[in-house]
């Protein structure tokens, strides 16, 4: 897995998809479901926060760090993700090795995800008619996202209820999954270097975004 690979622009446009869902949502024709209602509050939430803070996100790496830490990971199921990202692999790998890859993926995403924060101007959402049946505990959430002067975009948000929570666990866009697209890079490393290989790399990739982070921070 290479830095061409972790850095690729499939997956930061999967992973900017992912974030769209905390942008102002456009006007829907009938009351939000359970889990478009997460969506709506987390979106309110964020709004307040990026135009208080502009200035501050584009001077202050960290706090966008933080920002993605408390506002949007609550509300993502990273148990969920890296068990489908790794497949088979997640099944024979050790609990160590499993808590190890979950939080090293977790932080991979969310330093993926401060970078798409940025990029948070002039987006718009809006909803197709969830098919969402009474007791329904797993839901596909249709959206178009649109910005001025691009075609929209279908993004897809796979849901599902966890401790009593909504919280998402893959984003289609395009009909390109963020799952499918991680299993296939990671699947990849396993092959070539083993799970704790794979893991060390993503370690090393965080590590040294860490310490860049912390050098722009004290210049």
């Known amino acids: 897995m290479g830095k061409a690979v972790m850095k690729s ?14 942008l102002p949502l456009g006007a829907v024709a009938e009351p939000l479901a359970g889990p478009q209602q997460v969506i709506q ?7 307040g926060i990026l135009v208080q803070n502009r200035e501050r996100m584009n001077e202050d790496p960290a706090f966008v760090y933080q920002l993605a830490n408390d506002v949007l990971i ?3 199921d990273f148990g969920r993700v890296s068990s489908l990202v790794l ?4 099944r024979r790998a050790s609990d160590q090795q ?4 979950a939080h090293q993926f977790q932080r991979l995403l969310v330093r993926t995800y401060s970078t798409a924060f940025k990029e948070f101007q002039g987006w718009e959402i809006s909803y197709t ?7 329904d505990q797993d839901v596909a959430v249709h959206t178009q996202v649109s910005r001025e002067g691009a075609p929209p975009v279908d993004v897809v948000y796979r849901m599902h209820v966890k401790d ?4 998402a666990y893959d984003v289609q866009i395009e ?3 963020l799952v499918t697209n991680y299993r296939s890079s990671f699947a990849k490393e396993v092959r070539r270097s083993g799970m704790q290989g794979l893991i060390q790399r993503i370690t090393e990739l965080n590590d040294r975004r860490t310490r860049q982070v912390a050098a722009n921070t004290s210049t």
């Open 74 to 76: 609550p509300h993502v």
């Open 87 to 90: 497949g088979k692999h997640w």
């Open 9 to 22: 622009n499939r997956n930061h446009h999967l992973l900017l998809a992912l974030l769209l869902m905390l």
């Open 175 to 177: 009909g390109i999954s």
């Open 98 to 101: 499993r808590a190890e890859f």
């Open 164 to 167: 009593g929570d909504w919280k």
């Open 41 to 47: 509050s987390i979106s309110d939430q964020l709004k």
């Open 129 to 135: 008619p969830l098919r969402m049946n009474e007791g």
